[in-house]
């Protein structure tokens, strides 16, 4: 059985809060957690009666499907997908790409895969993300050129557009959308509140989360190193507002480039005060 639907992206832009809501609708069935199959080499390998074989429970449902936000970024995964599924439904959602970037940093400094500070890694990203293209915070959320090459492979019908702000502002009206998207006949006034798992409690300094986990990963002291470094309060640093000018102008264009290639309204990204974790 394959899917008919995925969730390819963004990261860090509600994921997977929206899987957790459709993971409570008695017609939907989705793969928990992220399948990966068509991002990383050794799932693919695994072939496609692999891939098949994980949504046998959802038989009987009327919307199969998974959440992947690699899908949305890496370049070889459209034509993957459109190989195998050429009718599947893609469902994007898209956060505010200055607050998606600064999320993004933090998730990794915290797993301990970045040692710069958030500064450096931006000025230094277009050198970096030569050689590693998962240190591509900031292109990362250039999501209208990953748009575009979802349209080299399939119609505009076939993707739903959604944005970060609303599934937080009204959760309800955003997942009946999906609902609608996938043919599901089930109008929510009130979905299931849905567990927030990916709230982080940054390091207090990122350069000895990064020592700690690459190099004392496997000793017994980096478990309590790791406590030591946990900030007290729970999201990220506040991003200095000379920060977010900088990124905020360089996201405009590429911002006007989704707009026009999505529809949506885009106004919610110039307010002030943009959730940052």
């Given amino acids: 059985m394959l899917p008919n639907f995925i969730i390819v992206g963004a990261m860090k832009a509600g994921t997977t809060t929206l899987h957790d809501y459709l993971a409570g609708i008695e017609d939907v069935w989705i793969a928990p957690g992220e399948v990966r199959y068509f991002s990383n080499e050794r799932n693919y ?16 449902k009327l919307a199969i499907g998974e959440k992947s936000p690699a899908y949305s970024y890496l370049p070889k995964v459209p034509e993957r ?3 195998c599924l050429p009718g599947v439904k893609l469902i994007w959602i898209f956060r505010d790409p200055v607050a998606r970037t600064y999320s993004h940093y933090w998730h990794a400094a915290t797993r301990g895969k970045e040692r710069l500070t958030f500064a450096s890694a931006i000025a230094r990203e277009r050198e970096r993300v ?15 050129e990953q748009v575009e090459r979802y349209l080299g492979f399939f119609p505009r019908e076939q993707m739903l557009f959604l944005l970060f702000e609303d599934l937080v502002r009204e959760p309800a009206a955003v997942v009946n959308r999906v609902l609608d998207f996938l043919g599901v006949p089930h109008v929510l006034e009130a979905p299931r509140v849905a567990r927030h798992s990916n709230v982080t409690r940054a390091p207090r300094l990122v350069s000895l989360q990064w020592v700690t986990r690459t190099l004392l990963r496997r000793h017994h002291i980096a478990q309590l190193v790791q406590r030591v470094n946990r900030r007290a309060e729970p999201g990220y640093p ?13 996201f405009q264009e590429p911002n006007r480039a989704l707009a026009r290639l999505t529809g949506l309204d885009l106004g919610a990204w110039n307010q002030p005060g943009a959730p940052q974790s």
């Fill in 238 to 250: 506040r991003l200095s507002s000379e920060m977010r000018d900088q990124l905020a102008r360089e």
């Fill in 81 to 83: 997908i459109h190989r």
């Fill in 130 to 144: 030569r050689s590693n293209i998962l240190l591509g915070y900031m292109k990362r959320s250039l999501y209208a």
């Fill in 45 to 60: 390998a695994r072939g496609l009666e692999w891939y098949e074989r994980l949504f046998d429970p959802g038989a009987g």
